[in-house]
């Protein structure tokens, strides 16, 4: 069954310093999102992204956050200038439909960020 | 804001069938009504979708009340791996998916 992947399972960064987060979405997916989820709350929305331009972002996405497609298959998630409260575990999804899907959306085993 | 409602948790016994609720009561006539789960430590999952008809697959039953304002997963022999949190979701044709704190189910052996 295919798969989303994220690279790394677990980041350490210091506060201040940037970090890219990596997913490879399921090949035939159109459109990406990131999600983020601190220790023992929700599943939050961060932003969507389709046609390699966003198209919604949370009130989270902030200045400090950029997303990118850079070569057709990666899709990356930068936050610049880490801070403390950055620190959740970031989930990387594709869909090949927005909302409804067929199939829904997929998510990655997501990327441990811990800011220090 | 999720705009559905489902208990904050629920307890099953294993090989028992599980009804999860959820209410949704202001939805409109596209939203879609999605289902994940996630178990710990683990992304979410997709579980089942619907608009007005009810749904099976392999994991689960979606059951649509008539007038889509509320729905029931259906698990019918829960295991101790269907211990999760659920989520019930409303998404629209062009929405994304917003996760509200969902039902934590456990199951007994």
């Known amino acids: 069954e295919p798969e989303v992947t994220q690279t790394p399972s677990h980041q350490v960064t210091q506060m201040g310093q940037e970090v890219i987060l990596r997913c490879v979405p399921i090949s035939n997916h159109l459109y990406f999102y990131w999600y983020r989820q601190i220790l023992g709350q929700k599943v939050e929305f961060l932003v969507s992204?389709?046609?390699?331009?966003?198209?919604?972002k949370s009130e989270i996405f902030d200045d400090q956050f950029s997303v990118e497609r850079p070569d057709g298959s990666n899709f990356t998630l930068k936050i610049r200038s880490t801070k403390l409260e950055d620190s959740a575990m970031y989930f990387c999804a594709s869909s090949p439909f927005p909302g409804q899907g067929i199939g829904g959306y997929t998510f990655g085993s997501g990327t441990r960020l811990t800011v220090v | 804001d999720a705009k559905t409602t489902q208990p904050n948790s629920m307890e099953s016994n294993e090989e028992e069938p599980v009804h999860l609720p959820c209410n949704h009561s202001t939805i409109s006539g596209t939203d879609y009504i999605h289902w994940y789960r996630q178990l710990p430590s683990q992304g979410p999952e997709y579980v089942i979708h619907?608009?007005?008809s009810n749904v099976n697959n392999r994991m689960a039953s979606l059951a649509i009340a008539e007038d889509r304002k509320s729905s029931t997963l259906i698990l019918h022999r829960a295991t101790l791996r269907d211990a999760a949190v659920y989520y019930c979701?409303?998404?629209?044709?062009?929405?994304?998916?917003?996760f509200g704190k969902g039902t934590k189910l456990s199951v007994k052996p």
């Open positions: 979701i409303r998404a629209g044709s062009q929405g994304n998916l917003i």
């Open positions: 619907g608009l007005t």
């Open positions: 992204f389709y046609n390699n331009e966003i198209s919604e």
